[in-house]
DNA sequence: GCCAAGAACATTGATATCCTAATATCTGTC
DNA sequence: GACAGATATTAGGATATCAATGTTCTTGGC
């Protein structure tokens, strides 16, 4: 289950101190941060993928099913969810065809546009996707192990960083 | 290339005024972090590969191939290596044969533990390393776009959420 | 000291995800 | 009516995880 064993020294600070001893310390804190960020991603990801396996879920699949179920139709076309997760078309498509696979969206013809397809969440999708919410809600998103403050300045930079990637 | 197209709104800010909507106050503030870092994961991910794309690496590979070549004899064993990266052994052992079938590293029998397996990285791996680690730098780690204060923030809040976890 | 039981090392196979590239269909405009 | 653009899908390559396997090392009872 876990992956490394508790090391003596951060690893990443470790890498830093190479940086800087091989001259490129300009470099070396944003490598120290893109780093960070990589193995924050593993972290969390696995604590999730931990928290769904259960339901029977994964993290992309979650994340549509919770989408769709703050619309108010429940529906929503693929290309859109797209743009709204920031995941690629293709990615939609096979979380979709899975979700599909187990009941909890269905597939709908776009009433206008014959190119496109609506994504439908079932009442089962639902309420699963509720049942979900409350497990990461206490189980993850509430145990972070940081502070209140540190969450914020988390997300203010990280904010930073998307909106400069041109997010939104 | 691009994923989505530039929005509007802030998605990750919609989702938290969702998640306050429905009740969910306590957890709203991680759920936005956790997305936060999952996106600004995949953006990075995304500037890195482009990068090592031409060179013929991936950032899984180029990790290994630097770790190696920061090491006195240029070897280390497998374990080691999955250790110092915190990543999987299955992960070693693909990334290993793909840089093996490169000509970038090579397998040595370990001297003393016959079960172990020595990773070495071959000149030719050094010098992509090296052109690896210059094209990262410049077009990479120094260009976040974000102030160096916020990526002395960053680290410090990700260096909490590491340990926490049992990172060192 | 000897040997059996358990632990560590690396690999393979299977599954899931993301990304790239290419394709088929449909829309809307010039 | 032709053609560029949008929509969704398929196929292929890469990575990460889990589960299981075959070796080899190490340790603890005797």
Chains 1, 2 share one sequence.
Do not use: C
């Not at 020294?9 to 001259?23: L, S, Y």
């Not at 145990?143 to 939104?168: K, M, W, Y």
């Amino acid at each position: 289950m876990t992956i490394g064993r508790a090391l003596d020294t951060d690893p990443i600070e470790e890498a830093r101190r190479q940086w800087v001893a091989h001259g490129w310390g300009e470099a070396a804190d944003g490598m120290a941060a893109v780093t960070s960020i990589a193995r924050a991603h593993q972290i969390v990801l696995q604590r999730i993928d931990t928290v769904l396996r259960p339901l029977d879920l994964t993290f992309a699949r979650y994340e549509i099913l919770t989408l769709l179920s703050f619309t108010r139709q429940g529906s929503l076309p693929m290309t859109k969810m797209g743009a709204l997760l920031q995941v690629h078309p293709t990615s939609v498509t096979s979380a979709v065809d899975r979700l599909e696979g187990q009941g909890l969206v269905e597939r709908l013809p776009h009433p206008s546009d014959r190119r496109a397809v609506l994504a439908s969440i079932t009442s089962e999708g639902r309420a699963r996707a509720l049942a979900a919410t409350h497990a990461l809600n206490g189980q993850v998103f509430e145990q972070l192990g940081i502070t209140e403050h540190q969450i914020s300045q988390l997300r203010t930079v990280l904010r930073a960083l998307r909106a400069n990637a041109g997010d939104f």
